[in-house]
C-alpha cells in the first residue's frame, strides 16, 4: 500500500504542474512593468480559474499522500521516487503542451532514471 502514497504523490505533483501551465499559458503574460493592482488584477483572475484552483487541489493532495508515504517508509528510500515527477512533468510538457524536446532533456531524463534505480537497488 505504501507504493501508492508515493505514487499518488508523484501523480498529483504532476497534474498540478502541467495544469498550472497549461491554464496560466493560455492567460496573458504577468505585466512586466505594470502597476501594483495590474499585477494584482492578474494574479486574482489566475486564481479565479476553476483549473487553477485544482492544481492548488492536486498541490495539497499530493502532500497529503507524501505524509501518508512517510509513515510506510524511510525518506531516504521515499524521496529518490520523486525524481520521476520533474521526468514526468518533462515528458507530458513535451506531449501535451507542445514544449520543445532536446537530447539534453532526453539525456538529462536518462540521467534521473539510471540515479533513481542507483539509490534504490544500491
Known amino acids: 500500500m505504501g507504493y ?4 499518488g504523490t508523484i501523480f498529483f505533483t ?3 504542474q502541467i495544469i498550472l501551465k497549461w491554464r496560466i499559458s493560455m492567460k496573458a503574460q504577468l505585466p512586466e512593468n505594470g502597476t501594483s493592482k495590474e499585477i494584482i488584477t492578474y494574479f486574482v483572475q489566475l486564481f479565479l480559474d ?3 484552483v485544482s492544481g492548488f487541489a492536486a498541490a495539497f493532495v499530493a502532500s497529503l499522500f507524501w505524509m501518508a508515504a512517510m509513515t510506510k517508509f524511510e525518506i531516504t528510500f521515499a524521496y529518490p521516487f520523486m525524481s520521476l515527477a520533474p521526468a514526468l512533468v518533462l515528458l ?9 524536446f532536446t537530447i539534453g532533456k ?7 532514471i539510471i540515479g533513481l534505480i542507483v539509490t534504490i537497488k544500491l
Not at 501508492?4 to 505514487?7: A, G, L, Q, R, V
Not at 532526453?106 to 534521473?112: D, V
Request: charged content about 5%.
Open 50 to 52: 476553476p483549473f487553477i
Open 92 to 100: 507530458l510538457g513535451i506531449w501535451i503542451l507542445g514544449e520543445t
Open 4 to 7: 501508492w502514497y508515493i505514487f
Open 14 to 16: 504532476v497534474y498540478g
Open 106 to 112: 532526453l539525456i538529462g531524463l536518462f540521467i534521473i
